[in-house]
């Protein structure tokens, strides 16, 4: 069985600072995937970034980069440069690289960005 | 690229009706497909699993004659909320994974929400 663990409900930060979202997971699984997701308001999950378990290198994706520490089962995603259309709902999520398996989500984050 | 649509976005029906929510995989085979629900303020939690051609599996507490789930082609995946109540009323969510270079990363439905008045 695998958990994720996000332990900041809400999160404020100035436009154009950097943030930091943190994300913890425990599983037995030797191969897996990490995962975060945006969700606004309207609902739909926005995929952001992808760190395999096997990967030796930290995850990048425009603004976003995630901060892997597999030692300590840490996934936490950074968003440099907030902009006010980076305030919602960020999720971390993971799955095994087996199969078809279903993601295992966080409780979630939400994210302000003031003017 | 691969793309999950999912209908109707927004729906509001009466007490005791049942409301059929349309997930269509676009350009590729969707062979399963998860269905979510989602409380205000709260994660997603998986309800089912379905694969073409065979019978949904349900998640713990999951009613299964109330949430009825098909998943009768590749590319269609059907779940109706039968005779909702006001409890029902909720966001839900599908997804269809797919093998990418993120290796079997999600593509998401856009949702739907339901009001059961």
């Known amino acids: 069985a695998q958990k994720i663990t996000q332990t900041q409900p809400g999160m404020f930060v100035q436009e154009k600072e950097a943030v930091t979202l943190d994300c913890t997971y425990d599983t037995s699984d030797q191969s897996y995937g990490l995962f975060w997701y945006k969700q606004p308001s309207s609902g739909e999950m926005i995929f952001l970034i992808y760190q395999g378990s096997y990967d030796e290198q930290n995850a990048t994706e425009g603004r976003y980069s995630l901060n892997f520490q597999k030692a300590r089962k840490s996934a936490n995603l950074v968003i440099s440069a907030s902009q006010l259309g980076d305030s919602a709902m960020y999720f971390c999520a993971m799955r095994p690289n087996s199969g078809y398996s279903t993601l295992t989500f966080g409780k979630g984050t939400m994210l302000l960005v003031s003017p | 690229g691969a793309v999950v649509s999912q209908h109707p976005s927004r729906v509001i029906c009466k007490s005791g009706t049942s409301v059929k929510i349309e997930c269509r995989s676009l350009?590729?085979?969707?062979?399963?497909m998860f269905w979510y629900r989602q409380f205000p303020k709260q994660s997603l939690m998986l309800m089912a699993t379905s694969n073409e051609g065979s019978k949904a599996t349900y998640e713990q507490g999951v009613e299964k004659d109330k949430f009825l789930i098909n998943h009768a082609s590749l590319t269609l995946s059907t779940l109706t909320v039968t005779s909702a109540h006001p409890e029902d009323s909720s966001f839900y969510i599908c997804?269809?994974?797919?093998?990418?270079?993120?290796?079997?990363?999600?593509?998401f439905g856009q949702g739907t929400r339901l009001t059961v008045v």
């Open positions: 350009d590729f085979q969707a062979t399963t």
């Open positions: 997804s269809a994974p797919i093998r990418g270079r993120r290796n079997t990363e999600a593509f």
